[in-house]
């Protein structure tokens, strides 16, 4: 057998796969995206219709929001999650440990903490309330039910779900940093802050780059745990694109349009990871150390 | 004096170190509390849970509540679904994963690098934006409400990562040992299945189990390409279960501890692969 056909024996089965089932149908999408179509019955060609009336849907723009919402919160979280990597790369005792109890919500489906999160969040049995009635609070809210709590609840289910990833992430980043380096800087009087600030977080930037763009782009496909939670709810509330996109396809059988919905999220997010990787490149071009 | 401050310094630094721990304390609290009131309330019975506070220790720790959604709740039947489809695109992924980075990796080829583009770019691919044609591609192949299905689609999408963890491997493995087999008149196949798999062996477990999760977990891909119960996985089962059994809570929490407990357990005895490949995901990608 001539090395070119063994080549092709090793990688055109898995190639075969990947063009199957992810790369033709994104093109696929964009090309339902032109027609008007149950899923069951023949597909009539509208043109840019479907493109055009997701422009100027409001359900689109307001999930569109809240996915926004949720790259921004997620990134913001980023800070608190290096602030805990660097604390644990100090000299702490069972910090092994720690980074593995800080994990295991990961580990855990969407479903099962979705499932979980409605019962702590549950206005009369759950534990959230509960607390919030012991500590002296008369009326605390029905956080999933109420369009003002809705998201925030949300959120901090999913800081629990994402934690420990981050914090693994970081770690094994600062686990690089040479100690030669860190030693020098203590012995010429750095406080551990400056150290953290001065001399780990820069040397980091690369991962933090990273992390930024998997929090943004992994918030833009958020899914699971919103659809189980509420169901996009209440009334529209906590939809993100995807929520809506699969709503509109596989609920309402406006298959067309939710094609339209999710060849725009693809659009989505390739400009952000190619925007941020962007943007972060040139900024890291003027630091130097 | 100099007494004095050294005194002082300890003494700050003392109450430092105090705050960081108490800061990492309520963290692990935060984190683990939940599925520890998620292990009482799944063994207390409705009059505990509507008439006592939620905090309290179940009083008559019903284990029933378990073997009663075992066979009633048709939880052994999704749990066993879970196992099969985990276990059947958990192998062939690696397989097919660790033909193509040996072919990239160790053999010389003008396309080898615009491959390895295709299959990163595809970790980046939102699965919304390719559901509608999937579930269509198969609807026409009659693959719809059949297991293939899921393990064909797990296989495609966990090939990236796959790939991305092995990679790191395969790239540090040295030469000399192809090299001599070359001399000794091995063929590529051979060097392939009786030098590289082997030795490739324990980043080959990392990402065994970290596919093990990822598709232990999956949800979307079953809600949409599986209708009948007996193919549902444990994600999707659950779902429908919690929809009839809405207010019974021990029942509910026990059919999540039975979900999450073999992640638990693989957890325990395997916590530094799964750390180890959670992190190789973003680092070396």
């Known amino acids: 057998m001539s090395n070119k056909k063994i080549i092709a ?72 999650y290096l602030a805990v990597s660097l604390i644990l790369a100090g000299k702490i005792k069972g910090k092994e440990l720690l980074r593995k109890i800080y994990l295991i919500p990961m580990l855990l489906s969407s479903v099962a903490i979705a ?52 914090i693994i992430i970081y770690s094994a980043a600062l686990k690089g940093i040479p100690a030669s380096l860190v030693e020098a800087a203590e012995i010429d009087g ?100 | 004096m100099q007494e004095n401050t050294k005194e002082k310094s300890k003494g700050v630094k003392r109450l430092a170190m105090t705050a960081l721990y108490t800061v990492l304390g309520l963290v692990a609290v935060f984190q683990i509390y939940p599925l520890v009131w998620l292990f009482f309330f799944s063994l207390k019975g409705n009059r505990e849970i509507f008439g006592r506070s939620p905090f309290a220790l179940p009083e008559d720790w019903l284990f029933e509540n378990y073997a009663r959604v075992w066979t009633d709740g048709n939880i052994n039947q999704y749990f066993f679904n879970s196992v099969f489809i985990t276990a059947t695109s958990v192998i062939l992924t690696v397989i ?20 390895l583009l295709l299959f990163m770019v595809g970790y980046m691919i939102p699965i919304h934006s390719t559901l509608v044609p999937l579930f269509q591609f198969y609807k026409t192949l009659n693959l719809i409400d059949n297991p293939l299905s899921i393990i064909l689609a797990y296989t495609a999408y966990n090939l990236p990562l796959t790939i991305m963890i092995l990679m790191g491997f395969y790239r540090t493995m040295p030469r000399e040992i192809e090299e001599a087999a070359i001399m000794d008149g091995c063929s590529v196949h051979r060097i392939f299945l009786q030098i590289a798999l082997p030795m490739s062996m324990p980043v080959l477990s990392t990402t065994v189990i970290i596919n093990m999760i990822y598709n232990w977990n999956e949800f979307v891909f079953v809600n949409t390409f599986i209708s009948s119960d007996k193919y549902k996985t444990l994600t999707v089962g659950i779902q429908n279960f919690i929809g009839q059994y809405l ?26 692969r799964i750390v180890e490949g959670m992190a190789a995901g973003s680092v070396k990608g």
């Open chain 2, 247 to 272: 207010t019974d809570w021990g029942a509910i929490g026990a059919t999540l501890m039975i979900s999450i407990i073999p992640i638990l357990i693989a957890f325990f005895f395997l916590s530094n």
């Open chain 1, 115 to 166: 499932q979980l999160w409605i019962k702590i969040y549950d206005p009369n049995n759950g534990m959230l309330n509960s607390l919030l009635q012991t500590l002296g609070v008369d009326s605390p809210p029905a956080w999933l039910a109420q369009r003002e709590t809705v998201l925030v609840a949300i959120f901090i289910a999913i800081i629990w779900q994402y934690a420990g990833f981050y």
């Open chain 1, 190 to 289: 750095a406080t551990p802050i400056q150290i953290a600030y001065k001399i780990k977080v820069p040397l980091i930037s690369g991962v933090i780059k990273t992390t930024i763009v998997l929090a943004i782009v992994g918030s833009l496909k958020y899914f699971d745990l919103i659809y189980v939670m509420t169901g996009g709810g209440p009334n529209g509330a906590s939809e993100v694109i995807a929520s809506y996109m699969y709503n509109q396809a596989f609920g309402i059988k406006n298959f067309g349009y939710g094609s339209a919905i999710g060849f725009a999220l693809l659009i989505l997010a390739l400009i952000t990871t190619w925007g941020i990787q962007k943007l972060t490149a040139s900024k890291n071009d003027s630091i130097q150390f």
């Open chain 1, 9 to 80: 024996l090793y990688v055109l089965p898995s190639l075969l796969l990947l063009a199957g089932l992810v790369y033709i149908p994104i093109f696929l999408t964009g090309y339902y995206g032109l027609m008007e179509w149950n899923g069951v019955g023949a597909m009539e060609f509208i043109g840019l219709d479907n493109y055009m009336n997701l422009l100027q849907d409001p359900k689109f723009w307001f999930s569109a929001r809240n996915s926004f919402f949720l790259a921004l919160f997620s990134t913001l979280s980023l800070i608190l």
């Open chain 2, 96 to 115: 097919l994963a660790s033909f193509v980075t040996f072919a990239i990796t160790r053999m010389k080829w003008k396309m080898s690098g615009f491959v």
